[in-house]
């Protein structure tokens, strides 16, 4: 699977069933090259002007299912 194809998929919570966004960038580790940490964006775009918010981290452990339009994830 591409990135391309990974940042178009909706990320949601199985705990709340909350939408957190979709996947805006990833971490890997450079020896062995698997992925290890997905970054979603918290709120919208100009969040960061009026309410300033973390990103969501999630490590790949995370990731419950990857289906054809989103990811389900138990974020802790």
């Known amino acids: 699977?591409?990135?391309?194809?990974?940042?178009n998929k909706e990320v949601i919570d199985i705990k709340d069933c909350r939408k957190l966004g979709k996947i805006q960038d990833l971490e890997f580790d450079p020896?062995?090259?698997?992925i290890?940490?997905?970054?979603?964006?918290?709120?919208?775009?100009?969040g960061f002007f009026f309410a300033p918010e973390p990103d969501y981290v999630l490590d790949f452990r995370e990731i419950c299912q990857i289906g054809p339009d989103i990811i389900l994830v138990d974020a802790r």
């Open 1 to 7: 699977m591409l990135f391309s194809e990974l940042r």
């Open 31 to 34: 020896r062995t090259g698997c």
């Open 36 to 46: 290890q940490k997905f970054y979603v964006p918290c709120g919208s775009k100009f």
